[in-house]
């Protein structure tokens, strides 16, 4: 199955036209098509516009409503407590940390908390964001959607969590980007189970298990009954940092956690528990930039095990895509485009391939297998 490369300002447009179609104000319809097209280049692509059909799905159903900011429950000194009412999360977690900035600039630490955003998207945004303030920054985000959760507890069978991520981001100084470290809990992400279905591609074995608990390097498992479910990341220890983000993220913030009783249906509900720190509240900044490019030089002389492989320290896989996908375009698998397509015209973009066909060339089928 082929594909396209489309270049990422015509990505934008498409985006931008189709969340004003859904009447998004220009701000907000901004905030969004640029955080997913951005997650695109840094190569997560889970986290892109690939996500744009769900949430054409969603703004139709009434489970994210536009326009809105969250609003500033309580304002207790260092601590923030936000709730964002259902509106997209990519703008209330957006000025959520503009708070927890400016509160850890004054104070030298802010806690702030989020909860019932709709779809916060690729958290390492955020965490970019806090670093290029000079803040170091600590995220943890839980998930409640639409159907079952699909992450089992380790030593469990069936879903009982979400991908729930977590992100750390350190600013570096002047002379080097930051380390910013954005993960999913779970041994692969939604999302890329999603795209390596659309690709006809097989997640890593291991990363998956069938209904009755048997490895499986099949992505139907996720998309047809009976359903299987994604494994934890590092055995008990991913599952007990996904558990820590439903306390966090989740219960913290006065939002739903993955229980019972929590809903099943109105789209992606997020919560995030995040801590902004001032570093140079705690050490001078020479001396701790210096032993940042100190330790990131050190692990990155590692002899590789692969030659072609060097080894690489977070954030650096990112920034090459990066540059990669702004100079030759963002890869999307044919069935996601079709879907996309499909979704602008839903949303009221009369004619989507006009509007950006001259920016959109075919690619080579992909490989059948993905990490």
Request: glycine letters at 12%; proline letters at 8%; charged letters at 20%.
């Amino acid at each position: 199955m082929s594909g396209v490369s489309v270049e990422h300002g015509a990505l934008r447009t498409l985006a931008r036209t189709m969340l004003l179609a859904m009447g998004s104000e220009p701000a907000e319809a901004t905030i969004v098509s640029d955080h997913l097209v951005d997650a695109n280049l840094s190569g997560h692509d889970s986290h892109g516009v690939g996500l744009l059909p769900m949430y054409v799905r969603d703004r139709l159903a009434g489970n994210v409503t536009a326009n809105l900011h969250p609003t500033l429950l309580r304002d207790d000194g260092v601590i923030g407590v936000f709730d964002a009412a259902f509106g997209f999360g990519h703008v209330a977690a957006r000025e959520a940390t503009v708070w927890g900035i400016a509160r850890a600039q004054d104070k030298g630490v802010a806690i702030v908390s989020l909860r019932d955003a709709y779809h916060l998207a690729r958290v390492g945004t955020y965490g970019e964001q806090a670093c290029a303030a000079g803040l170091i920054s600590i995220v943890f985000v839980n998930v409640v959607s639409t159907g079952l959760p699909k992450v089992a507890p380790f030593g469990g069978v069936d879903g009982r969590l979400q991908t729930n991520p977590i992100c750390i981001g350190i600013p570096a100084g002047d002379d080097l980007p930051p380390f910013v470290l954005d993960f999913a809990t779970s041994e692969i992400a939604m999302g890329k189970v999603r795209v390596a279905h659309n690709e006809g591609r097989r997640p890593r074995l291991g990363a998956l298990m069938d209904s009755a608990g048997r490895p499986t390097d099949d992505p139907a498992v996720m998309f047809e009954a009976p359903f299987g479910a994604i494994l934890p990341f590092g055995a008990h220890k991913g599952s007990g940092l996904a558990l820590a983000c439903e306390l966090l993220g989740g219960a913290l913030s006065g939002g739903p956690t993955n229980q019972t009783t929590a809903p099943r249906t109105g789209g992606v509900i997020n919560g995030l528990f995040a801590i902004f720190i001032d570093p140079a509240r705690f050490v001078e900044l020479p001396y701790f930039h210096r032993e940042i490019a100190a330790i990131l030089a050190h692990v990155k002389a590692s002899p590789p095990i692969d030659p072609e492989k060097p080894v690489l320290t977070a954030g650096e896989p990112e920034r090459a895509r990066r540059r990669a996908r702004i100079a030759g375009g963002v890869p999307l698998d044919a069935t996601s485009w079709r879907e996309i397509l499909a979704a602008a015209r839903q949303a009221g973009v009369a004619d989507p391939e006009a509007l950006i066909g001259h920016s959109v060339k075919p690619t080579a089928p992909p490989s059948s297998s993905t990490s």
